[in-house]
């Protein structure tokens, strides 16, 4: 290696090499962050398996079996065939004509070892209706609803996360969830027995309820209405309004959020009334709602971090090349390579310490740190405490850029585009007057 460090030319080219070469610890650290990471989620998935998961609930379906008479033909012989009639039951599901959804989510914090997962407790009541113009069409193609066997099922993500459930009101009956009901498409169900009086039955027919449900992270609802309205409101301040649909209304302050929401049956993929065995899809694609988000994600800054680490390394190796040429020094590769070592452990420490006291002390401590061992080596190699002042400062400054570009998601591009073209506008002013042939003629 000491020989490709032989002259100018090959010595920047032996310097690129070194820097790429830092990609090999820069990619177990990357898969290092990687690991922590999924071992967080994996905190988190123990908490929710415990607490409840993320939930979602949308208003309850009315479930009615119906009887239909179907005709067949049932050939005798090759010229005679009987008709006969039988009778077939099928279970048809129909949605609520209109839905209001009122959620109040108190948050809380619970810890998995070093990681920490963030739960709620929502209070949810549910109010809406039925209109008779969708139960007439449980009438067609001559069916006969069979009203004293109609229930209710009302879709929960989790039902380990219920809390409290009062009784469902439908019209002017009143009747308790039961477990074990099944599922609708992609979603387990509770069901209640709610059978109704078609004599009673007016422009519509009322219901009501209420649930407290317990889950992490994430709250949605479904829009099972012809008109889902949901209002959610929380003392969480960092809130993430995500699904398939945004809220019409918002308001996030430190105080917390408050989120309303409307979607109409037009706005969804499936449709008002469907039988047993032609079910949606998915019912569950067309959830919306909030992800009570942590502030700072260490883990994707970090990775954020990583990425920018050649660069970083690039840099401050053109910075020790620089005072190498200026004050025609020689530098050994290997105190080159001691310097990308030392460069690459800042990752290391970033990531140990950001998942202990948080991303932005964990950065300052890791960047002093780093920069002052690399400084005081500097001093050392260079012969010069001015020369290793004068870097450790550089390293500070490098280390200030990179986390502008890091917290500053929206502009890291174009911050990080205008550093590197000023950087390599000083490389240039700074060799302007450099003659790079009589300097590989003395160092041969």
Known sequence: MARLFQGSTSKVLGIAMLALLMLI???????????RADRARAATASIASRWGAAQFVGAPMLVVPVVREEVSERWVDAKHAVRETSRVETREYLL????????KLAP????????????YLAEITIDGNFDAADLKTLFADGGRPQWDHAELRLAVADVRGIRRLSEVR???????FVAGTGTIGDMTTIGAATPIDPDAIGASVPFSLSLTLAGTERFTALPLARDTRLHATSTW????FDGAFLPAARRVDASGFEAEWQVLDVNRRFAQHWREREPPASLTDSAFGI????????????VRAGKYGVLFIAFTFVAFFLFEVLRRLRVHPVQYLLIGLALCTFYVVLLALSEQIGFAPAYAIAAVAVALIVGGYSAAVLATRRAGAALGALLMLIYALLYGLIVSEDYALMMGSLA?????AALMYLTRRVDWYALSATSR
Request: avoid cysteine; aromatic fraction near 6%.
């Open 25 to 35: 610890p820069l990619a177990q650290v990357d898969g290092l962050v990687t690991e």
């Open 108 to 119: 809380d914090v619970r810890s998995y070892g070093i990681y920490r997962s963030i739960v």
């Open 420 to 424: 590197l073209l000023g950087a390599v």
């Open 291 to 302: 992800t009570l988000t942590q502030p700072v994600d260490a883990y994707l800054q970090n």
């Open 237 to 240: 301040s960092d809130p993430g």
């Open 170 to 176: 439908l019209g002017a009956h009143e009747s308790a």
């Open 96 to 103: 609520a004509g209109h839905a209001a959804i009122e959620a």
